[in-house]
Each structure stands twice: as C-alpha cells, then as structure tokens.
C-alpha cells in the first residue's frame, strides 16, 4: 500500500508564495518520475511541473519562471516552491508518482488526496 500525502495549500494573495510538499510511504523500492499536477474548477486537470530521479524538471508554460519543483529521494519527497501567483493558479493540486515495489516489479502510477490553493485578495 502506498499513500501520497500533501501538504502546503491555503489562502494567499496575488503576488504571493506557497510551497507544497507531498511525502511517499509505504513498501517503496523505487521512485521514477514525481510530478505536480492541478485542476481548477470546471477544467481539465493539467500537468504543472515533473521532476526526475535525476531532477531533470519540466513545466507547464505559465508558470515558468515562477514555480520551482524539487525533490529529496531519501525521503521519498517532492516539493512544488510557487512564486509570483496569480489568481488563474487557483486550483487543487495533485501530486503524483511513478512507483515500483521491486527491481523487476512494473512502474504504477499514484495519486495524492489534492491540496487547495486559493489566490485571491
């Protein structure tokens, strides 16, 4: 059983900072590609930011420049530093991973439960 568990959302001005962390646990050998992703009411979700095991990171074309993605492979961490935000981030985020429980056992993907961010005066 694995579970990913967010944290970081709340309330926060325009121009303001949030960081969102999202820890995995449970029988893990392996992590591939952590990622963030967000859906914000009435649209699709869409892909924010993505990080590898080698940290090779991608983002979503909006928030370039002012969201960072970062992750601690020893405690099976990702972390989403957002900057600069604007009232369009508002949304609920999800995390998500690319999990294996053996060397030979298939990649799954999982999800976190979301964290709200509200950006709004």
């Known amino acids: 059983q694995v579970q990913l568990v967010e944290s970081g959302g709340g309330l926060v001005q325009p121009g303001g900072s949030l960081r969102l962390s999202c820890a995995a646990s449970?029988?893990?050998?392996?992590?591939?590609?952590m990622g963030w992703y967000r859906q914000a009411s009435g649209k699709q979700r869409e892909l924010v930011a993505t990080?590898?095991?080698?940290?090779?990171?991608n983002y979503l074309d909006s928030v370039k420049g002012r969201f960072s993605i970062s992750r601690d492979n020893a405690k099976n961490t990702v972390y989403l530093q957002m900057n600069s935000l604007k009232p369009e981030d508002t949304a609920v985020y999800y995390c998500?991973?690319?999990?294996?429980?053996?060397?030979?056992?298939?990649?799954?993907?999982?999800w976190g439960q979301g964290t709200q961010v509200t950006v709004s005066s």
């Open positions: 998500n991973a690319e999990i294996r429980f053996g060397p030979v056992s298939p990649w799954r993907n999982y």
């Open positions: 990080i590898t095991k080698g940290t090779d990171t």
């Open positions: 449970g029988s893990i050998f392996s992590i591939n590609i």
